[in-house]
């Protein structure tokens, strides 16, 4: 019996995105409907405050390949993902964010490197303002210090073959993408990194820069690193 699993699911985790939501999901579907495999497209409201679940619905009646998935309150962007993590159906599954800063159409560019099962994007050149790049090169210098691995941008938009993802996700915010990769390396998986272009965001903020993030993101990097067990 042939398998019913879409080739790729695309995951884009929403929160408080009314002014940039529709453009992103319309750009996935037009790219994944020109690449010509099987797909659907997934998105998490993160329990946005905004007009973004009735946007989401409009979206949702016009294609029927968009599942939409809520939370009742806001979570924060790693709880949003492994929602969508463990929803998705697909053979390959990428994270897109819904800010336009990756857009769709550097799907084609991670889905050439299918020969690893963990593709990273990396963002070249960055459109971030410059405390935020500052933050990103702290956290993959940190990763690299700590784990050795050979990564510029963990953080990024990443595409992972189904099996990457059977696993348990225990980390909070910034650190779910280097849990994920991390258990991935221990079980002998390989993974690339790949150059994608990166856009200022079209609208809105961007939640990661929020200090109680940094510092719980750190807390938790030292945690899982001084206890190597914690992420199992």
Known sequence: MASLRPHLSVVIPVYQEQDSLETTVEETFRVLEELGRSFEVLVCDDGSLDQTPLILGQLQTRHPQLRALSHPTNRGVAQALKTLYSSARGEWVVFLPADGQVRADQIPRLLRRQDFPVVLGRRQPRRDPLPRRLASWGFNFLIRTLWGLQVRDVDSVVLYRRDVLDVEF????????????????????????????????RSGRAWGANPRVVVRTLIDLLRAWWRPGLWG
Do not use: F, N, T
């Open 170 to 201: 225990h980390s909070r915010d910034l650190c779910l993408p280097v849990e994920l990769l991390l258990k991935a390396v221990r079980r002998g998986m390989a993974y690339a990194e790949v150059p994608i272009e990166h856009h200022p965001r």
